[in-house]
């Protein structure tokens, strides 16, 4: 079935360094990948987002690239801040083409810590 | 606008008993979806609907139910609650089209 890994489970660094995530999905058909942060006890928030036809997206200290021939992309951060400390989620959309909607699978989370 | 909102926030059951999570978006989204979040790990797609009246199993459907019958309600159900189900439920929304995703802020369940 469908699945999308998530690396590492656990990341640890000290504010300022830089911080990346990397997730492989399984179904060539994904166009669609959002990254989503939660804080503990929290609901998860998107903090950005790509898809199939863009190869790279920037956002302040946040950027993601997609690589859809290998099937993964990635999450930076730059000039990480204690407040950066959370989990992080990737996914990838499954579409139902007679539907035309979409499914997210999720990644199994990254939790940051950032070590002022 | 409040979103995706979602009660109890917390509630604790006996093994057996039957409850309904509520959940209800403002947002006019068509595409509403149950997910639980396990301690430590990600986010399992319980149900999706995608319009009032339409409702599909997602990964893990054992154990539950829901209904649709209106765009702005997803309520899920639980009918013979059993330790498994010990789990923060998530309820999202979204718009056709746009595939970003809102979750509400969670019910914490826990069966004893």
């Known amino acids: 079935g469908e699945n999308v890994e998530q690396h590492p489970s656990t990341l640890s660094v000290q504010e300022g360094d830089s911080a990346v995530i990397k997730c492989t999905y399984s179904?060539?058909?994904?166009?669609?990948f959002p990254w989503y942060k939660q804080e503990l006890g929290k609901r998860p928030q998107l903090i950005i987002d790509?898809?199939?036809?863009?190869g790279e997206k920037k956002d302040q200290r946040i950027a993601v690239t997609l690589n859809k021939t290998a099937k993964h992309f990635s999450l930076h951060i730059t000039e990480t801040q204690p407040e950066d400390s959370a989990v992080y989620f990737c996914?990838?959309?499954?579409?139902?083409?007679?539907?035309?909607?979409?499914?997210?699978?999720f990644g199994a989370g990254t939790r940051l810590a950032v070590h002022p | 606008n409040a979103g995706v909102t979602q009660t109890p926030k917390f509630r604790i059951l006996k093994i057996g008993q039957s409850m309904t999570l509520q959940c209800t978006q403002d947002?006019?989204?068509?595409?509403m979806y149950w997910y639980r979040q396990d301690p430590g790990m990600g986010l399992k797609l319980i149900y999706y609907?995608?319009?009032?009246?339409?409702?599909d199993k997602g990964e893990v459907p054992n154990g539950y139910n829901v209904s649709r019958s209106t765009t702005e309600d997803f309520p899920l159900r639980l009918e013979l609650a059993a330790p498994s189900q010990t789990s923060v439920y998530f309820c999202?929304?979204?718009?056709?089209?746009?595939?970003?995703?809102?979750f509400g802020p969670g019910t914490r369940l826990t069966v004893l």
């Open positions: 609907s995608v319009g009032a009246g339409i409702t």
């Open positions: 790509i898809r199939s036809n863009v």
């Open positions: 179904d060539s058909a994904s166009n669609y």
């Open positions: 947002m006019n989204h068509n595409y």
């Open positions: 996914a990838a959309s499954i579409y139902k083409f007679s539907g035309g909607y979409n499914k997210l699978i």
């Open positions: 999202a929304s979204s718009s056709p089209g746009t595939d970003t995703q809102y």
